[in-house]
């Protein structure tokens, strides 16, 4: 196997949650020793431990904290030391750990880093050539600075509800665009933030190996959601035009929208984008006529009876799978797709082809066993970059951090594990409730589940 490329790169990652443990995720993926900083103490700990699941077979069991598919996902391939920063040994560890380390990442908000001590001035002056990333809300500077924030609150403030909505139905009976806003869905942003952090801090990497300075990256979730806000911006910016809620349409393309299949809340996609696609489309339906029919024969007039025109193509796709419309449209040149769920995402060919799924072991002692973890959307032809060991057990890497890497002698190991410092099980925690699927769709939560999963 090739050497890695972030191979002998060190990452300290204080964050905790989503955007920033997932960018050191990446990291480690790509060959970095990625520490991430936990704590045993409930209160501070991070909640993708605690709080998020999923749990296989909705269990929590007993080690909990260990086995959240959440938390999992996003520490993949890291270590685990646990220091308690309300202690000023603990705090002196870490600062330690930061001044033989290469990059730090982060998400508090600006004043509780500066209440630490471990601003990036504080830190630069213990690693001159540090590459920091602070992701914030709203960035260190500006009215909003101080302000807290999370993906889930962040969409309406950088824009993108206001271009999500469904159609609502008008006096006349047609659909028209929406007028309430929507989210696009749960921590969106986060994963926009967790890729700028990526590509910051491999650009910042270069700069040091140029330059041999760090940088310190003030990363505002906010500014990352505008910056893909996209035409409804520009059309704005140049025309002083408000985009419009149109929920699976398209502002000039017709057909352009999602259909039933046959199956239980099975989609496909479908869009022409011309004439041209639109005869294509009639092709395949078997109804090359309704090409000619005028309500439909061009892109203006098709536009405008798109109503009509969304019941004759459910009327052809609800009696075929998916993947049949799919391909019948793609053979013909058309754009089409299917709409996956969880399982239809990991039993898709494609990405099972391309091997986008990773099997991880996990130790015995977590009862987690075999599970498959999302991989990368990219692949490298001359590395062999993939998800090298699961997410670590809470402070399974003390000894290793504390005495290999920093040189700690016993005395003062066993000084911070009497003082409570560091440890290796959770305290002051409850093991969550896992209410029952058959509840979970009850209740709304869960659309459906699947007994016979593992088969």
């Given at each position: 196997?090739?050497?890695?490329?972030?191979?002998?790169?060190?990452?300290?990652?204080?964050?905790?949650?989503?955007?920033?443990?997932?960018?050191?995720?990446?990291?480690?993926?790509?060959?970095?020793?990625?520490?991430?900083?936990?704590?045993?103490?409930?209160?501070?700990?991070?909640?993708?431990?605690?709080?998020?699941?999923?749990?296989?077979?909705?269990?929590?069991?007993?080690?909990?904290?260990?086995?959240?598919?959440?938390?999992?996902?996003?520490?993949?391939?890291?270590?685990?030391?646990?220091?308690?920063?309300?202690?000023?040994?603990?705090?002196?560890?870490?600062?330690?750990?930061?001044?033989?380390?290469?990059?730090?990442?982060?998400?508090?908000?600006?004043?509780?880093?500066?209440?630490?001590?471990?601003?990036?001035?504080?830190?630069?002056?213990?690693?001159?050539?540090?590459?920091?990333?602070?992701?914030?809300?709203?960035?260190?500077?500006?009215?909003?600075?101080?302000?807290?924030?999370?993906?889930?609150?962040?969409?309406?403030?950088?824009?993108?509800?206001?271009?999500?909505?469904?159609?609502?139905?008008?006096?006349?009976?047609?659909?028209?665009?929406?007028?309430?806003?929507?989210?696009?869905?749960?921590?969106?942003?986060?994963?926009?933030?967790?890729?700028?952090?990526?590509?910051?801090?491999?650009?910042?990497?270069?700069?040091?190996?140029?330059?041999?300075?760090?940088?310190?990256?003030?990363?505002?979730?906010?500014?990352?959601?505008?910056?893909?806000?996209?035409?409804?911006?520009?059309?704005?910016?140049?025309?002083?035009?408000?985009?419009?809620?149109?929920?699976?349409?398209?502002?000039?393309?017709?057909?352009?929208?999602?259909?039933?299949?046959?199956?239980?809340?099975?989609?496909?996609?479908?869009?022409?984008?011309?004439?041209?696609?639109?005869?294509?489309?009639?092709?395949?339906?078997?109804?090359?006529?309704?090409?000619?029919?005028?309500?439909?024969?061009?892109?203006?007039?098709?536009?405008?009876?798109?109503?009509?025109?969304?019941?004759?193509?459910?009327?052809?796709?609800?009696?075929?799978?998916?993947?049949?419309?799919?391909?019948?449209?793609?053979?013909?040149?058309?754009?089409?797709?299917?709409?996956?769920?969880?399982?239809?995402?990991?039993?898709?060919?494609?990405?099972?082809?391309?091997?986008?799924?990773?099997?991880?072991?996990?130790?015995?002692?977590?009862?987690?066993?075999?599970?498959?973890?999302?991989?990368?959307?990219?692949?490298?032809?001359?590395?062999?970059?993939?998800?090298?060991?699961?997410?670590?057990?809470?402070?399974?890497?003390?000894?290793?951090?504390?005495?290999?890497?920093?040189?700690?002698?016993?005395?003062?190991?066993t000084e911070l594990e009497n003082g409570n410092a560091v440890g290796r099980t959770l305290e002051g925690a409850r093991t969550?409730?896992?209410?029952?699927?058959?509840?979970?769709?009850?209740?709304?939560?869960?659309?459906?589940?699947?007994?016979?999963?593992?088969?």
């Open positions: 196997m090739n050497t890695l490329p972030l191979q002998g790169i060190r990452v300290v990652d204080l964050s905790r949650v989503f955007a920033m443990p997932y960018c050191g995720a990446y990291l480690a993926d790509l060959g970095a020793e990625v520490i991430k900083v936990d704590t045993h103490h409930n209160q501070f700990v991070d909640t993708t431990r605690t709080l998020n699941g999923p749990y296989p077979d909705n269990d929590p069991g007993e080690l909990y904290w260990e086995r959240g598919g959440t938390f999992n996902t996003l520490n993949r391939g890291k270590l685990s030391v646990t220091l308690d920063l309300r202690s000023d040994a603990a705090l002196g560890v870490l600062r330690r750990l930061v001044a033989v380390s290469d990059v730090l990442l982060e998400n508090f908000t600006p004043r509780v880093m500066r209440r630490f001590g471990l601003s990036y001035p504080d830190l630069k002056a213990v690693k001159p050539d540090l590459i920091m990333v602070s992701n914030t809300g709203y960035g260190h500077s500006g009215p909003w600075s101080s302000f807290g924030a999370m993906a889930t609150a962040l969409e309406p403030t950088h824009g993108t509800a206001a271009f999500m909505g469904y159609l609502d139905v008008d006096d006349s009976g047609r659909s028209s665009p929406g007028s309430v806003p929507n989210k696009i869905a749960n921590s969106y942003t986060d994963f926009l933030a967790s890729w700028t952090a990526q590509l910051a801090v491999l650009a910042s990497l270069l700069h040091r190996a140029q330059t041999g300075q760090g940088t310190w990256i003030d990363l505002a979730m906010y500014q990352v959601g505008v910056s893909f806000v996209g035409e409804g911006l520009l059309d704005y910016a140049y025309n002083g035009r408000r985009t419009r809620r149109i929920g699976n349409r398209h502002e000039t393309w017709s057909p352009h929208g999602c259909y039933p299949c046959a199956g239980a809340d099975e989609w496909v996609v479908i869009a022409a984008r011309d004439d041209a696609e639109w005869r294509q489309v009639c092709a395949a339906m078997d109804a090359p006529e309704l090409a000619d029919n005028p309500d439909y024969s061009d892109v203006i007039t098709r536009h405008q009876n798109q109503d009509g025109l969304d019941k004759i193509i459910s009327r052809w796709t609800v009696g075929k799978s998916q993947y049949e419309v799919m391909r019948l449209l793609q053979q013909r040149g058309v754009p089409a797709g299917p709409v996956l769920d969880g399982k239809g995402l990991l039993s898709d060919p494609q990405l099972r082809s391309r091997r986008f799924f990773e099997t991880v072991e996990h130790p015995a002692e977590t009862g987690l066993g075999r599970r498959e973890y999302i991989g990368r959307g990219w692949k490298m032809s001359d590395n062999d970059v993939s998800i090298r060991k699961p997410a670590p057990l809470l402070g399974e890497d003390n000894r290793y951090v504390l005495s290999d890497v920093l040189g700690l002698a016993q005395s003062e190991i969550p409730g896992a209410v029952p699927l058959e509840r979970q769709v009850e209740l709304g939560w869960t659309v459906r589940y699947d007994a016979d999963y593992r088969t």
